[in-house]
């Protein structure tokens, strides 16, 4: 028969720790709004097929002085160089299939933050500010992304709902 093992200069509390339950407050509804959660495919159909037909470079002005993105901000976010996108402000026409796609996400998600900011001077400045719940990085920094739009978009969805965790 052995002996029960003892721990070394452990005081008796510290030894009889339990397991703290860790409590994980529950996920909120599906809010992502990048894609129309509709029951009809008829509004995710429209935005494929605007994406496809491409949009105006006004619309591109337009959310650039919406969200107060610079040229070099936002070429990132339409996966193109300062350069092409500064060439395609200068002319009017549309843009391509990827950049329309982009820039789409890019209005849908600027909606969804000032529903949730309230305003939009709040939202531009929340887009631009380091966050610990992104390892540092601010919510902008990650739209060079598809994946980037999503993790946004949820963030915003879980500040909609008061899960801030």
Known sequence: MSA???????????ARTRKEKVVVPPSPPASIHIVP????????FALIDQ?????PTSQLRAIGVRLALPVRELAPL????ERTLARRLD???????????????????AEHGVDVFEDQGKFNRWLR?????LGGQSPLELLDTASGF????????????????
């Open 150 to 165: 999503q993790v946004v978009d949820e963030l915003l969805g879980r500040i909609e709902y008061g899960v801030y965790s």
């Open 78 to 81: 339409l996966a193109t160089t």
């Open 91 to 109: 002319q009017p026409g549309e843009l391509n299939k990827m950049e329309s796609e982009r820039l789409l996400l890019l209005q849908r998600l």
């Open 51 to 55: 994406a496809r037909a491409g949009l």
């Open 37 to 44: 959660q509709t029951s009809s495919s008829a509004a995710i």
């Open 129 to 133: 500010r380091p966050l610990a719940l």
């Open 4 to 14: 029960p093992v003892k721990t070394a200069n452990r005081p008796p509390q510290a």
